[in-house]
Structure formats: structure tokens, C-alpha cells
């Protein structure tokens, strides 16, 4: 049987770059910029959703608990991403994605349709993000697997960092836009237009090689799945330095992330005054905006040594960000606390991508990113507790609880695991 995406390296290596020409080394390669690109158009449809499935969540059930766990269900299903991990190490990646994103066209089509000619009711939200859900357990671990597979190891920091750039910088302007379009036109519109963009992130695919790939699919195919599944959990219990970085990342997950990503289309009707989609879809943008600076200053340092420092740098800035944030009462401020708060964020997350991707050996990547980004799947659980929170108390008191245990257990963390704030990379 052919080896599928085991190749051999042919192009000649560009020239490191130096200074701000750093920031955008690993675009040098074509296969990372085809990846690159397909990147941003699933971003710009990724947001797209976010802001009109929000809307559409609290302006059919006006209900924070229930906003929290449709929103939530959209990533619950990443609790898989260790066996769709297996799937990463077994065959090849990129025809693994073309297929996962065939499977999201047809969902987006068909919510689209139901939107535009029939009448949704809250149980179709239901369904529909954990369809979602479903489809992006595949295809995030398969995506972040293939960026180590499109560049050179010594330009992996750059390439994870350029990646993130893609993902938040349509979030500039993607909640924007889809918050308009939910006025001008209604929600159909928009995941009319998110089927479209997943169109052309397919054609983006068909011609991407990933070139860096090195491990023997065929070798792993023969390997029982359940012991493949296996031996992932093993390398990451057994490997500190990964064991650290994913305990920290699903920390923030359960508490910063979880409560503000879910509870921001509450925060909006509830706090600012505003149920309409602009409102949500200015707050979503400025998180976009802070995302791109933070990964932006990371493709700038991605030499800074001190990784460790960095990570328990970027958790302090964020949760400080979400209290700055509990106090907001109008829309600016609420704006620039969101800035802050995700551009510390991704300083932590490309930082702890990067270092996952690194140290991880390729045979095994696909089954290690996938336990990594199960902190994803747990942001329901953060989503739905905020959302428990703020149907009592406020979704301020909410924000609130969310920072604070985040920041309590992380400094825990920090002060109790030496190896966390001496992590050198």
C-alpha cells in the first residue's frame, strides 16, 4: 500500500529572515500559504456563524442558559478530537479535510435553506451546532496538524503564529459584517455566505501538498485504534513539558474562555442594552482585533526564550482584561477590554501551540494536537456554568467568577510547578 503523505523534502529552504521581516518568514513556503489562506476563509465563516448562531440563540429562547449551551455544543464535541486524532495519524491529512469540509457545505447549505423558507425553532439550534461541533472535531486537530506538515521545523513558531493571525484577523471584520447582514437581510444570508467561503477553502485544498510530513501512514493504519488511542494518552501523561502546557490551556479554557466566549450575546442584550446582531458583532470584532495583535507580536518574538514567563504573563493579562470588562457599562469600553483580553490570550495559545507542535514527533501529532485541543470541547462546560451564573446572579457576576477562579488556579499552578515558570523553548 502507498505511503500517503510521508514525502520527502525537495525545496530549497529560503533564507531566515530577520527584524519585522521575521514576522511573515513562513509564507515563503506555497503549501503554508495555501494552507494559510484556506485558514482565513474558514475563519471569515467561523465568525460568520458565531455572531448570527448567538443572535439567533438569545433572540429565540431569551434565555442565558440556553444561549450557553447551544453556543456550547458547537465545541462540546471536540472532547473526541483524540480519535479523530487517530484518523490524522492513519491517512492523509489533506484529503481527511477535503472531505470535513465537503461535510460543512452541506450543513451550511441546509441551516441556510431551513432559515431562509422555513420557520427555526430553538431544538434546530440544538442540532445544528452539534453538527458543527462534529465536523470541527475533525477538522481542527487535521488543520493544526498540517502546519507542521507546510514549513520547516525552525520556522514552526512563525507558521503557528501567521495561522492564528488568519483565524482572528477575519474576526475583524466577519462579526462585523455578519451583525449588519442580520439587519439588512436576516440570518439566512449569512450561512448562505458561509457555505460559499467553505467552497473556496475546498478548491484551496485540492492543490496543497503537505510537504514536511515525514511519519509512515501505512505503519500506523496497522496498529489497533484503540491502542493508537492509546498510546497518545500515554505520550502526554508521559511527556512533562506537553502534560503542563495542556493542563494550563484547559484551565483557561474552562474559566476565561468558556464564560466570555458563550455569554458575550447576553452580555450584549443584558449589559450594553442591545439584543440586536451589530452590537455582538462589534464585540466579537474587537476581539478579532486584539487576537491579530497578539499573534502578530508573536510572529514578531517568536524567539523569545522564556516561554514559560510568557504563558503565566498572558493568563494574568487576560483575566485582569475580563474583571476590566464585568465593570464595563458601554460599548467602548467593553470594546477595548475585549482587545486586551484576547490579545493576551493568543500570546498564551500560540505560545502553547507552538511548543505542542514542536517537541511532538509527526507519527504522533495528529493523536497528541487532538488530546491537546479537547480543552476546546470543555468550554461548554465553562459556557454552560457561566450561563448557570448569570441567569442568577448577572452575566457581570459571571465574568467576574470566571477570571478569578482562572487567575487563582493558574497562580497556583505557577507557584506550585517549577517547570512551568522555568519552561525555556
Do not use: C
Not at 88 to 93: C, I, M, W
Not at 211 to 239: I, M
Not at 385 to 392: D, H, K, L, N, Y
Request: glycine share 10%.
Amino acid at each position: 500500500m502507498q505511503r500517503s503523505d510521508a514525502t520527502t523534502v525537495t525545496s530549497p529552504e529560503p533564507r531566515r529572515a530577520t527584524g519585522w521581516a521575521q514576522t511573515f518568514e513562513a509564507l515563503h513556503y506555497r503549501n503554508y500559504r495555501l494552507l494559510w489562506a484556506s485558514t482565513l476563509l474558514t475563519s471569515g465563516g467561523n465568525w460568520l456563524q458565531q455572531v448570527t448562531l448567538g443572535w439567533l440563540a438569545y433572540e429565540l429562547t431569551r434565555s442565558p442558559l440556553q444561549v450557553g449551551i447551544i453556543m456550547g455544543l458547537r465545541t462540546l464535541p471536540l472532547l473526541l478530537s483524540p480519535l479523530t486524532g487517530v484518523l490524522a495519524d492513519r491517512f492523509e491529512r489533506r484529503i481527511i479535510l477535503l472531505i470535513d469540509q465537503a461535510v460543512l457545505i452541506v450543513i451550511a447549505v441546509g441551516f441556510a435553506w431551513l432559515l431562509l423558507f422555513g420557520e427555526p425553532e430553538p431544538w434546530h439550534l440544538y442540532v445544528f451546532s452539534v453538527l458543527v461541533g462534529l465536523a470541527w472535531a475533525v477538522n481542527n486537530p487535521v488543520r493544526q496538524a498540517l502546519v507542521a506538515n507546510s514549513v520547516p521545523k525552525a520556522s514552526l513558531m512563525n507558521a503557528v503564529a501567521l495561522n492564528s493571525v488568519a483565524f482572528n484577523s477575519m474576526r475583524t471584520i466577519g462579526p462585523a459584517i455578519g451583525g449588519v447582514f442580520i439587519v439588512a437581510f436576516g440570518p439566512g444570508v449569512n450561512f448562505m455566505l458561509q457555505a460559499v467561503l467553505y467552497v473556496l477553502v475546498f478548491a484551496l485544498m485540492i492543490p496543497y501538498r503537505p510537504e514536511y510530513a515525514t511519519a509512515d501512514r501505512e505503519l500506523a493504519r496497522n496498529e489497533p485504534v484503540l491502542r493508537s488511542l492509546g498510546e497518545g494518552f500515554r505520550y502526554v501523561a508521559h511527556e512533562p513539558t506537553t502534560l503542563t502546557i495542556t493542563l494550563v490551556t484547559a484551565v483557561m479554557t474552562l474559566t476565561m474562555m468558556g464564560f466570555v466566549m458563550n455569554q458575550l450575546p447576553v452580555y450584549a442584550a443584558e449589559v450594553l442594552g442591545s439584543p440586536g446582531g451589530n452590537v455582538l458583532g462589534l464585540l466579537l470584532m474587537a476581539m478579532g482585533i486584539g487576537g491579530v495583535i497578539g499573534t502578530i507580536t508573536m510572529a514578531r518574538f517568536s524567539s523569545f526564550e522564556r516561554k514559560g514567563l510568557l504563558v503565566i504573563f498572558g493568563v494574568v493579562g487576560s483575566g485582569l482584561a475580563i474583571l476590566a470588562l464585568a465593570q464595563a457599562t458601554v460599548l467602548w469600553q467593553a470594546m477595548a477590554a475585549l482587545v486586551v483580553q484576547q490579545a493576551f490570550i493568543m500570546v498564551v495559545m500560540t505560545t502553547n501551540n507552538t511548543i505542542i507542535q514542536t517537541i511532538t514527533p509527526d507519527a504522533i501529532r495528529g493523536r497528541v494536537i487532538g488530546i491537546y485541543m479537547m480543552e476546546i470541547g470543555m468550554i461548554p462546560i465553562g459556557g454552560v456554568t457561566a450561563g448557570a451564573i448569570a441567569g442568577r446572579f448577572g452575566v457581570d457576576v459571571a465574568l467576574m467568577v470566571g477570571a478569578t477562579a482562572g487567575l487563582v488556579v493558574i497562580g497556583l499552578f505557577a507557584a506550585l510547578v517549577p517547570r512551568l515558570r522555568e519552561l525555556r523553548f
